[in-house]
């Protein structure tokens, strides 16, 4: 497993942006697959987007139907960091999110990584 703690979160209006970052522990960091998942108040953690582990994949990248065209998640093996960047940002988005890694991108996909980090808030006002 692998330590993540995200950071960047933040109170932004709608059409706004914001980049969220999570950095992770271990040496194996372009190994894993990482993600990032969110939940909005009274609901169940929701897919975000994920990003394929650089060996077999080549970063290949998914987004939930609700970000795609808006969200951008990238990683940079070399600092051991997974970025999501968000631009026009709706109050529909604010909800904690959470980074995550697995070393299945399909375990991770279906929200049962084995590694998690503590969320950063992201409240979107109109």
């Known amino acids: 497993q692998v330590q993540l703690v995200e950071s960047g979160g933040g109170l932004v209006q709608a059409g706004g942006s914001l980049r969220l970052s999570c950095a992770a522990s271990?040496?194996?960091?372009?190994?894993?697959?990482m993600g990032w998942f969110r939940q909005a108040p009274g609901k169940e953690r929701e897919f975000v987007a994920t990003?394929?582990?650089?060996?077999?994949?080549?970063?290949?990248?998914y987004y939930a139907d609700s970000v795609k065209g808006r969200f951008t998640i990238s990683r940079d093996n070399a600092k051991n960091t997974v970025d999501l960047q968000m631009n026009s940002l709706k109050p529909e988005d604010t909800a904690v999110y959470y980074c995550?890694?697995?070393?299945?991108?399909?375990?991770?996909?279906?929200?049962?990584?084995?590694?998690w980090g503590q969320g950063t808030q992201v409240t979107v006002s109109s």
């Open positions: 995550a890694a697995d070393l299945n991108v399909s375990v991770l996909r279906a929200g049962r990584g084995g590694s």
């Open positions: 271990g040496r194996t960091f372009s190994s894993y697959a």
């Open positions: 990003i394929n582990d650089y060996t077999y994949y080549k970063d290949y990248k």
